[in-house]
Nanobody, 122 residues
């Protein structure tokens, strides 16, 4: 059974930084995808960043150059370093995994965490 636990969210001012963490258990990162998604108030869920064994790392266009996804294979932890945060980055952020290795940012992942809130104020 896959379990995903996010942490690291919080409230920051525009221009600030946060680092999200996702502790993953029950999922083998050697095959498949791991990703970060977000849902802003009143909006649908969108893929922010992902790493897939066949397609590599992908980023949402609006976060390229500001967000960096990384993974610690030793601890099976997925990270999202978020710099130069903007008000429009305010959302609930979710970690997700799936055994399919081609999903990239598609909202089709099988397993999800409970989310961590990120609030960016002006």
């Amino acid at each position: 059974q896959v379990q995903l636990v996010e942490s690291g969210g919080g409230s920051v001012q525009e221009g600030g930084s946060l680092r999200l963490s996702c502790a993953v258990s029950g999922f083998t990162s050697s095959s498949g995808c791991m990703g970060w998604f977000r849902r802003a108030p009143g909006q649908g869920r969108e893929g922010v960043a992902s790493i897939c064994t066949t397609t590599g790392i992908a980023y949402l266009n609006s976060v390229k150059g500001r967000f960096t996804l990384s993974r610690d294979n030793a601890t099976n932890t997925l990270y999202l370093q978020m710099n130069s945060l903007k008000a429009e980055d305010t959302a609930m952020y979710y970690c997700a995994t799936d055994s399919r290795s081609w999903l990239r940012l598609m909202d089709m992942y099988r397993d999800w965490g409970q989310g961590t809130q990120v609030t960016v104020s002006t």
